[in-house]
């Protein structure tokens, strides 16, 4: 007879907030780095140099194909054997941020073949520099083309986060191993993590549907509201 | 916007719903009677510490729990099955009714017997700490409890209560796994870690002379078969085995068998 009991949560909830803010910490940091690391990637894979158009596409394929627990485990517990000893928030940031970027090159790559040709040709025309095509009127396409699929890989990195309680990192998986290990009520204890990355993605969602709506001023970038 | 909030709060009256109704269709079990009519005991053991379970190269679960295993079986007449777990996967799997009875260098204390039951101990162990022999700085405990140490283990167990007690300046640094946590050791991320003595033995005997233990026992643990709570009748008949097992010479031999030594007293002596 299992006694769903929530009470037994109670005394650990201060262990949660800092969990939550470690979780958030590492996400927010990852999301930041591999938009723009996923740009340039994006670049990379759309240059008009053969060599450098397949080291893009080896690091996508690789990094996409390769489950991020392994990917972890690899700079983690493999690196230190060739002397490269990284701390756990470092090789957890890594891993994420790794394996973020791909999907994020595919996005903003997308993205960018979205944008008709006929937009560079005209812009060239004019005789503007390529800092000023890119920053004036590609990127801002770019970024509303792909604004839909990158509110869905930042819900893909937080839930990735969780992985990272092998790299020691504690976060809010961690705190449901620890926290049901003290207590053993691992029913609440999950529950309760469940709830909590649940209202962290429905507040990106949220989130990125308001903005949606602020900044582009079309219900086309809004959510099922 | 309303739309959403509909469909918000029926998604949690939903799942409301399912916890509610599961916690009220759980009834009273007799496992006894399961496993004869199944004809096969699930015992739910560990993979990595050796000398109580290891996986050996065929892929055939080896060890002291796992000889432990075969006989309950035996004397049952049924045939055993074992399942590997880990830290929680040993507690949950013994509330879901997914093992009946957990053989894994599992610690009885009053805390978890508030959510398992245990049996009287077939061994008494206490909590080490050891580190790479290499490291000829650190020599007792009192030179891991710096604030520049690092001590790991893996979560779940019995370390997660004792070695802040123990050493309260150190850094904890919690890992997945003694695998894991050995791993981290190797290769210089953690400065030292903790298990029971038998446990830290056999990764002596399977390293020679790569570790080394610091001197003092900071535990004194009771490591018995978990079971169930809820089924009395189930607990005296597990418990009754253990009790002949320890009186009648069958754990001298097994002891014996897998830890290489004399098996020291059980019970205290008031």
Known sequence: MYNFNLFFIFPYLDSLQWAIWNTLQISVTATFLSIIFGVLMALVRLSNYKYLRLCGVCYVEVVRNMPMVVLLYLIFFGLPSFGIVLSGYISGLTALTMNSTAFMTEIFRSGFMAVSKGQFEAARAQGMTNTQLYRFIILPQVFRISYASLGNQIIGVIMGSSIMMIATIEEVTAWMFNTGSINFRYFEVFFVGGLVYFVLCQTVNLVRNALGKIIFKTAAAGGPW | ?270
């Open chain 2, 1 to 270: 916007m309303k739309n959403y909030i509909l469909k918000l709060s029926s998604m949690i009256a939903a799942s409301a719903l399912v916890i509610a109704t599961s916690a009220a269709f759980a009834e009273q079990r007799d496992i006894l009677k399961e496993v004869t009519d199944r004809g096969v005991i699930h015992i739910a053991t560990a993979s990595d510490v050796p000398p109580y379970s290891t996986l050996g190269a065929n892929g055939e679960l080896q060890g002291f729990d796992i000889d432990m295993g075969k006989m309950i079986a035996a004397e049952l007449g049924v045939k055993p099955e074992f399942s590997i777990v880990d830290g929680p996967g040993r507690i949950t799997a013994l509330q879901t009714g997914k093992a009946d009875i957990v053989i894994q260098d599992f610690t009885a204390n009053f805390k978890r017997s508030q959510s398992v039951s245990f049996t009287d101990p077939y061994v008494v162990v206490g909590m080490v700490f050891f580190t790479l022999a290499k490291r000829t700085e650190i020599k007792t405990l009192d030179d891991l409890n710096k604030e520049s140490m690092k001590i790991g283990f893996g979560r779940g167990g019995s370390q997660e209560t004792l070695v802040p007690a123990a050493a309260p300046k150190a850094s904890i640094v919690k890992f997945a796994g003694m695998a894991d946590t050995m791993e981290a050791l190797d290769s210089g991320r953690i400065d030292a870690t903790a298990i029971d003595n038998i446990a830290a033995a056999g990764f002596y005997a399977g390293n020679p002379g790569k570790y080394k233990e610091l001197p003092g026992r900071y535990s004194r643990e009771d490591i018995a078969i978990g079971v169930p709570k809820g089924d009395f009748q189930w607990w005296l008949l597990i418990n009754s085995w253990v009790r002949d097992f320890n009186l009648s010479g069958k754990n001298d031999a097994l002891y014996k068998k897998w830890f290489n030594a004399e098996r020291p007293k059980i019970f205290e002596v008031y």
